[in-house]
């Protein structure tokens, strides 16, 4: 309300001073002085409407905000994404979450991803944004895809962005530890069934390459030798019914692909934490409602290619879900 009088006032006291300077008031002054004229007008109650649109998420529950790439699919295929893995693209993805850690640092302490997903959670203790799910969801997600892209060519150096990648995001509250915690082996899981098939899948098709990183430290793809590869339909017919052990069993006597060999990268997701004593609980709290003003340089994340589904994870990193 402070605002909007002094808005008017100021316009009061221009337009004052413009007649006693016998000043000539143009087409940009007259807008300023419509739309000054709006802040009090009769269409304003339509702001109402925003606050009932705007859903607060519930004090003391963890929110976890995944981020997905939109029919990456395609995006990788026109990209010559590797497969099954291209670790320059998910190194990308990393990149972008990191940057996500550092923006809202110190309200989220930990983040999981794997292909083209990220989930980040929000700690429970934090009132970043009031908890505004809207605010959090459109930032994190536009932070991820600006990050993305900003990005690029330090991983994929060769390869030229042809169109804009567009992220999803979704927001979803967990009331308890055991929930989030839960949430997090589901999405490793599902890291680990998805990559076992892939992996298995493109061993079939002959589209499989290796992945090393030389003393440069450059990602080296390396394709494999498939004589006989199937299509894909083939593949599919396959592996359709087939467990665990069958799909190693397809790599490894088949086509000499050791499936324990490929990186925990691949096999486990990446997991970003902030380190131990730079995840300030107490900064949570103070920090409240506004983002933190640290230097991003000097908040320590770490990424780990680890098992979350085993609960001694969990038992020594309690920090992360304070
Ligand atoms: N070649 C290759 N493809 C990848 C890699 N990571 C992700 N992808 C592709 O990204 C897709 C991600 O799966 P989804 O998110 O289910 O599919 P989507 O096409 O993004 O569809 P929507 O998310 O529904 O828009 C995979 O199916 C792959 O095609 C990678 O490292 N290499
Ligand atoms: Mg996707």
């Not at 979803?172 to 082996?185: A, G, Q």
Request: aromatic content about 12%.
């Amino acid at each position: 309300m402070l605002k909007k009088l002094n808005l008017t006032s100021l316009t009061f006291n221009l337009l004052n001073y413009c007649a006693k300077k016998k000043i000539k008031l143009n087409g940009s002054t007259s807008f300023f002085h419509l739309s000054c004229g709006m802040a009090n007008s009769k269409f304003e109650y339509v702001r109402g409407f925003e606050d009932a649109s705007d859903p607060i998420l519930l004090k003391n529950c963890f929110v976890a905000i995944r981020v997905d790439g939109q029919r990456f699919h395609q995006f990788s295929k026109a990209h010559n994404f590797y497969k099954p893995n291209d670790k320059r693209a998910l190194d990308l993805m990393v990149e972008a979450a990191t940057s996500v850690m550092k923006s809202f640092y110190p309200s989220i302490k930990i983040a999981y991803g794997q292909s083209d997903e990220f989930s980040f959670i929000v700690s429970r203790s934090s009132d970043l944004y009031n908890r505004r799910a809207n605010k959090l969801l459109s930032l994190i997600v536009s932070t991820f895809t600006s990050s993305y892209v900003f990005h690029w060519s330090k991983y994929l150096k060769d390869v030229v962005l042809k169109y804009p990648p567009a992220f999803d995001g979704r927001c979803v509250m967990y009331p308890s530890e055991k929930e989030i915690i839960d949430y997090l082996k589901w999405r490793q899981v599902d890291c680990h069934i998805n990559n076992l098939y892939n992996t298995t899948f493109y061993c079939l098709t002959g589209e499989y390459h290796s992945c090393e990183v030389n003393e440069n430290n450059e990602t080296v793809f390396i394709p494999m030798q498939n004589p006989k590869p199937l299509s894909n339909f083939d593949a599919q017919v396959r592996l359709s019914g087939t467990v665990s052990s069958n799909k190693h069993d397809i790599m490894f006597l088949e086509h000499g692909v050791n499936y324990n060999n490929e990186r925990e990268q691949f096999k486990k997701g990446s997991l970003l934490i902030l380190e131990r004593g730079d995840d300030s609980t107490s900064n949570v709290k103070k920090s409240s409602k506004k983002k933190s003003t640290k230097d991003p340089e000097d908040i320590k994340i770490s990424c780990l290619n680890i098992d979350v589904v085993k609960s001694s994870f969990w038992e020594d990193n309690s920090y992360l879900l304070e």
